[in-house]
């Protein structure tokens, strides 16, 4: 079963570049990687996903190794409103997609 | 745009008693998911559908039971509330597999007493 590992939580000061690491050792050939974040009393939302090449959108970047066995979540310049959890989740047996316990991002003014 | 619409926002229930947890999308995805979220933990898969008429258990299916009549409707059963099955509970759909980007609800806040 592919799963992944991230950090607990990191820090990061406001208007500074972010880098969200995620281990997927296991992944298999055809696991895509998502990553989605989930703000404070809300539901989680969607962020990135990608499956072997970099991937950028109005959010982030996603960095994919080029074995595959791990990838970052790059916010170019954090903000307040980034405080946040963050999953980092790989498809898992049809539409079993599990999410893990996440990174809690704190953003420092 | 509604989107997922969950229902009731929160509820309190007592042990024992059954309960349903209402899931509507109006987006016409095929994938639907029920999760629950507990303190300081991250999402926990309940159970998910493919598409209509079909569905899977998740990690933490006990306890819970799911149908998929149609594409719009994926109610959520505690067929007899515990106090731990306390939680927030997440319904999300997607349009595809793997690629499809999860859409969620606003959550569910379930009290068991």
């Known amino acids: 079963d592919a799963k992944t590992t991230q950090p607990n939580s990191m820090e990061s000061n406001e208007e500074e570049p972010v880098h969200l690491p995620c281990n997927h050792s296991t992944i298999s050939g055809t696991d895509y990687i998502h990553w989605y974040r989930q703000l404070p009393s809300q539901g989680p939302e969607y962020v990135i996903h990608?499956?072997?090449s970099n991937v950028n959108n109005r959010m982030a970047s996603l960095a994919i190794a080029e074995d595959r066995k791990s990838s970052t979540l790059i916010l170019h310049r954090a903000t307040l409103r980034d405080a946040a959890v963050y999953y980092c989740i790989l498809k898992y047996n049809n539409n079993d997609m599990r999410f893990g316990a996440g990174t809690r991002l704190t953003v420092k003014p | 745009t509604a989107g997922i619409t969950q229902a009731p926002t929160s509820q309190i229930l007592a042990a024992g008693r059954s309960m349903t947890l209402r899931c509507t999308q109006d987006m016409r995805h095929n994938a639907m998911y029920w999760y629950r979220q507990d303190l300081g933990l991250g999402l926990r898969l309940i159970h998910y559908?493919?598409?209509?008429?079909?569905?899977g258990k998740g990690e933490v299916p006990d306890g819970y039971s799911v149908s998929r009549a149609n594409t719009d409707d994926f109610p959520l059963t505690l067929a007899s509330a515990v106090p731990s099955q306390t939680s927030v509970y997440f319904c999300?759909?997607?349009?595809?597999?793997?690629?499809?980007?999860?859409?969620f609800g606003e959550g569910s806040r379930l009290t068991v007493l």
């Open positions: 990608g499956l072997t």
């Open positions: 999300a759909s997607s349009e595809e597999r793997n690629t499809g980007e999860l859409f």
């Open positions: 559908s493919n598409t209509a008429g079909t569905t």
